[in-house]
C-alpha cells in the first residue's frame, strides 16, 4: 500500500478528493486501497447509501457477517423484492438489524409478496435508529404494515408510494411514535377506504404533507376534506382526480374548502373522461381565491383520444381567467394542458387547437396557456416524455417544478417543457 505521496497532501486537501469521489465506486475503492489513511473516509462514502436488490443479496449478507462493523457506516438502506429470492432478502433486513447500527433512511421497494406471519417477526424487529422510512411500490397487510411503523422509536417521517395496505384493523399494540411526521403520503388504495388513512388522520401524527394527490373516485369529499384540513398551511400542491361516474359524486367532490391551504402553490386537475369532470373541475377552481398569494400553475391531464374532442374545455375559460387577475402583476398563471397517449400527432394537433380556441378570456389576461403532447412513460431521469409542444403563449418562458425525488428529499428540479403529471403524493 503506498503511502509516501498521499502524505504529503494535506488532509484537508484529501478530504476534499474523497468527498468528491462520493459517486464513483471504483475510484473510491483505489483510493482505499491506495492510501491507509484514506481508507475511513473512502470506506464511508462507499457504504452510507447501499441498495440491496435480487443478485447481491448473498453478496450483501456475506459481506456483514464478515465484516459487521460495515453497518455502522451505512445511513440509507434500499432493499428491492426479487421474487426468487424473497426469504434471503428478509434474512437480509433482519441481519442488518440485529447488529449494531447507524441506518437513519429505510426504503422497502417492489415488496409486491404479501409477508407470512413467520417473516412479519422478523419485519417487526426494532429498528432503533431509523428516522426516514419509504415503502415504494409494495403490498402489506395493515397489521405487518403498521407493526413496522412501531418497531421505528426514533421515526420522524414515512413516504408511502405506489403502495396498497390490505386489512381494515391495526393490532391492539398499535401505538406510533408520538412525534412521527408524516410529509408524503402516497396509497393505492381499495374500496372501502382502509383503516390505515383512519389512523394516519386520528392517532397522534403530526401530518406535514407538502404534495397531495386524491385518486379516489368514489368517496366521500368530507374525507378529503378532513385531510386537507390536516395538510393546512403545509400543502402546496394539489391534485385531484375527476373521473367521477355519477352527478352525486361530482357534486360532493365540487364542495372542497381550500381556504384552508392559503400557501398551496399549484393545482392538478386529472382524467377529463365526460362532461361531469368539467362541472367538478370548475367547482375545484373557484375555490383558489385571493387569498393564495403563492398561487402560480394549473394543470390539466387529458386522454389523447377521439373522445377528448367532444369536451366543452370552454366552460374552464371564465374561472382560468379570474385565477389569472388575481394573479401578481410580475408573474403570469402558468396552464398546462398534457395531452397523454396521443393516439397520433395529427389528432393531438386538433386536440390542441381545440384547447386553445376554447380559453380567449385567459390568453386575454395575465395566462400563459401551454399544451403537450405526453407519453404516459418517463425517460431515465424519471421525467414525462414530451412528444411535441403544442402551443405555448410564452415558448421564452422559463417555468422550474420541483417534480417528486426519491423519497428522501432530494426533490427532482423539471424545467419546462417536460411536462409535469405526476404529483408525489396520492391518497
Known sequence: MATVTARKLPPELCDIIIDNLWGDISALAACGRTCRSWLPRARRHLFDDIYVHGHNIQRFMDLIRDNPSILLLVRSLTMGDHFTEWKLLVAALYAVFVHPNRVKIVCL????????????????????????????????????????????????????????????????????????????????????????????????????????????????????????????????????????????????????????????????????????????????????????????????????????????YSRLDKQLARIAGLIERRTALLVTFIIINPEDLVKSQELGDLIESSLPKLQATRGRLRILAVDSGTDVCGRAVVLKTHFDGDPNGNTEFDGRGDGFGSGLRLKAPPGFFDFAVRI
Open 109 to 312: 421497494k417492489q415488496w409486491k409478496i404479501l409477508v407470512e406471519v413467520k417473516d412479519a417477526k422478523i419485519l417487526h424487529y426494532l429498528w432503533p435508529s431509523v428516522q426516514i422510512l419509504s415503502f415504494v411500490d409494495c403490498v402489506f397487510e395493515i397489521s405487518v404494515f403498521m407493526r413496522i411503523l412501531c418497531a421505528c422509536p426514533q421515526l420522524s417521517a414515512v413516504n408511502v408510494r405506489k403502495t396498497k395496505i390490505i386489512g381494515d384493523s391495526a393490532p391492539p399494540s398499535f401505538a406510533p411514535p408520538k412525534s412521527l411526521r408524516l410529509t408524503t403520503l402516497d396509497l393505492k388504495i381499495e374500496e372501502p377506504v382502509p383503516y390505515v388513512l383512519t389512523c394516519f388522520l386520528t392517532q397522534p401524527f403530526d401530518l406535514q404533507v407538502h404534495w397531495l394527490k386524491s385518486n379516489w373516485s368514489n368517496v366521500s369529499a368530507e374525507k378529503l376534506r378532513t385531510v386537507l384540513s390536516r395538510a393546512g398551511t403545509s400543502l402546496r400542491h394539489l391534485s385531484i382526480d375527476v373521473s367521477v361516474d355519477n352527478t352525486h359524486e361530482a357534486s360532493s367532490h365540487g364542495t372542497l374548502d381550500l381556504s384552508v391551504n392559503p400557501n398551496l402553490v399549484s393545482l392538478h386537475v386529472e382524467q377529463f373522461v365526460q362532461t361531469t369532470s368539467f362541472r367538478v373541475a370548475r367547482s375545484i377552481l373557484a375555490e383558489v381565491r385571493k387569498m393564495h398569494t403563492h398561487f402560480r400553475e394549473v394543470y390539466f391531464s387529458v386522454e389523447g383520444c377521439v373522445n377528448s374532442l367532444q369536451l366543452p
